[in-house]
């Protein structure tokens, strides 16, 4: 395969031929986390769900297509913003199929300008960084199934047709050949926009698979090993033109051929949930090493201020190792403060999760979505199946921290909910185990409506240790508006927002749910969101800070812990059980309580009701 001057230059092992701006002593070591890392609490947008700023640019069935193995039928049409979860639409009765099959064609027209539109709703709330799960061009309503890496979907814009029109007159696989469309430029100005309000911004990418509309794959499969592109894949049989039958076989993620498996180039063995050594062909490594490119600096110029500011990385324990470094090492010569977080998640669901250890070295990623600190959390808090006891859980933290560098320790990505699991609120609702028989489909006793008054209880001390915790707290989208749903697909509502009256939802099972309930923006729980995001920004000890359990409460039943950096100290005080507790204020006389959630504080004792926190500073 033939490549341009510029296309060999990237993948040379400087990676780059663009002059660089000079690195601040300030900016972080190689090998450790960028130092904005510590101070993030992120927001996780997925932007169908978000709002709908711009109906003009709606999905429509030619830009579906390919998005599903099932057939969309011809009568299918956006699915209003308000509507009933578990209603189902009119023209899904002409496939014959459930509700689980035919959710996946709804569309509701989440893009960009619904973001610009909410960048003032998101400073209100008060985080600094923002996750976007991927945006690149893809006929799915999670796109991850990428038509291509490049450009942002063309539903995304404001110019839908336009940037169809524009895509055909470019060669994919010639990186001076791509045309800027107005998504793409969209984009751009977007990010602009979250810089000037303090917020950085981060992509999701998985560079483990493709569509099966991306443009290489479309040319595998019609040219066979004729096509420039393969050897990107992993193909097992190409189809033979002289009989009847198409022999095309290749490799799908985890067995889903919608999703086809970029080539590996394995040098050792590959285990589930393990790493593994290796590489992608080269050629692939360019092609994606331009796509790096063309969004950490838009303009070329070789400031990356213009660019998004961190990835990340879909199934990363799929991908071989060397490829993570080779891309560390190529993003942190364009930006040496750029972050990399990966999602490392199960080695045996549901019960064993990843060790993290192998990936954040300082060689590879910066952290990972840390579903190691929330399941023994939520474990201990919502003492549901899996539940465990105080001291497991100091076990358990202890434990996983002690594996981290302190770098890594405070960039983690602390979350309790996202489009892969269910709702915060849903999880304090119900007991199952953590990511299992989290939905109707599995379980059709779970319950999918408004949760009691003891989720929310349950859900505030949560909060409060999420926020007050060593790791960057992390806002699934919704959950700050109260939000509830099971695990996918169920989390991935449209969001409330206060200008959107919502239908009525009702239970797809009558063993879910015990009634009609009515969706609506919880402006009580988002000013609590608001209060921890402030305490986290003013207490920089909250960010930067060692922690140490107190033990010595376990038999009072007060999870506790201490955070230090310099002459800063801070104590919280969790009573995440059903009954009060009350301390002696004398133990108590250096501090001054700095937040509180249902505990007070006098010269005589401390007083916790159920399901309350306290935070003291010491004087």
Not at 428 to 454: A, I, R, W
Not at 464 to 484: K, R, S, V, Y
Request: with cysteine; glycine share 6%.
């Amino acid at each position: 395969m033939k490549y341009t001057l510029w296309v060999i230059c990237i993948i040379l092992m400087g990676f780059s031929c663009s002059p660089k701006k000079q690195k601040p002593s300030s900016m972080a070591k190689y090998d450790e986390a960028p130092s904005w890392a510590a101070g993030a609490i992120w927001y996780q947008i997925f932007i169908e769900r978000f709002r709908n700023g711009n109906p003009d640019n709606d999905p429509d069935l030619g830009t579906m297509q390919g998005a599903l193995s099932d057939e969309i039928p011809v009568t299918w049409q956006l699915t209003p913003w308000a509507h009933n979860w578990y209603g189902e639409e009119s023209w899904t009765q002409e496939t014959g199929l459930d509700f689980y099959r035919t959710i996946q064609m709804r569309r509701y027209g989440g893009d960009l300008q619904g973001v610009f539109d909410k960048v003032d709703y998101l400073r209100d709330l008060g985080i600094n960084a923002v996750y976007f799960n991927p945006l690149n061009d893809s006929p799915s309503l999670h796109k991850y199934d990428a038509r291509s890496y490049q450009h942002i979907d063309v539903t995304l814009g404001n110019d839908k047709e336009g940037d169809i029109a524009l895509l055909k007159a470019e060669d994919p696989g010639k990186p001076e050949s791509w045309v800027w469309t107005n998504a793409d430029k969209m984009f751009t100005e977007l990010i602009k926009k979250f810089h000037e309000a303090g917020i950085r911004v981060i992509l999701d990418f998985s560079w483990n698979h493709t569509g099966t509309q991306f443009w290489a794959f479309k040319d595998v499969r019609s040219k066979g090993k004729q096509s420039l592109y393969a050897d990107w894949y992993e193909v097992k049989s190409y189809d033979d033109p002289n009989t009847q039958e198409n022999e095309f076989e290749y490799d799908g993620w985890v067995g889903v051929k919608s999703m086809p498996e970029i080539k590996k180039l394995k040098s050792s063995e590959k285990q589930p949930g393990r790493p593994y050594e290796g590489n992608l062909p080269d050629a692939v490594k360019a092609h994606i090493f331009a796509v790096c490119q063309k969004w950490m600096d838009p303009n070329g110029d070789g400031n990356p201020e213009d660019g998004i500011d961190g990835m990340r990385l879909d199934v990363a324990e799929h991908v071989p190792l060397g490829f993570w470094r080779d891309l560390r090492q190529f993003t942190r010569k364009i930006n040496p403060e750029f972050y990399l977080i990966g999602e490392n998640w199960w080695t045996k669901w549901p019960d064993e999760l990843m060790d993290p250890e192998p990936w954040v070295k300082g060689d590879i990623f910066d952290a990972v979505m840390h579903y190691q600190w929330y399941k023994p959390v939520r474990a201990y808090i919502n003492q549901g199946e899996d539940r465990i006891d105080l001291s497991g859980l100091y076990d358990a933290l202890d434990s996983i921290y002690s594996k981290y560098r302190p770098s890594t320790r405070h960039a983690m990505m602390n979350l309790i909910s996202s489009h892969d699991s269910e709702r915060a609120l849903s999880g304090m609702f119900n007991h199952n185990k953590y990511k299992y028989h989290s939905k109707p489909l599995e379980d059709q006793y779970y319950k999918t409506g408004k949760p009691d008054k003891l989720a929310y209880q349950k859900l505030e001390v949560l909060l409060l240790h999420q926020f007050t915790f060593c790791g960057a707290p992390h806002i699934w989208n919704g959950d700050e508006m109260g939000m509830w749903g099971a695990d996918d697909p169920d989390n991935r509502k449209p969001l409330w927002w206060p200008d959107i009256k919502m239908d009525v939802e009702s239970p797809l099972y009558a063993e879910s749910g015990a009634g009609l309930d009515q969706p609506q923006f919880d402006q009580s729980l988002f000013e609590y969101f608001a209060s921890l995001c402030s305490l986290r920004k003013e207490q920089v000890v909250l960010q930067h800070g060692s922690f140490a359990f107190n033990r010595n409460l376990i038999d009072q039943g007060i999870f506790s812990y201490t955070r230090k950096a310099g002459a800063d100290e801070i104590l919280v005080l969790i009573n995440a059980e059903a009954e009060s507790k009350s301390l002696p204020a004398e133990d108590y006389k250096n501090f001054k309580p700095i937040y509180s959630r249902n505990a007070g504080f006098d010269k005589t004792e401390v007083k916790m009701a159920p399901y309350s926190g306290l935070v003291l500073k010491k004087i």
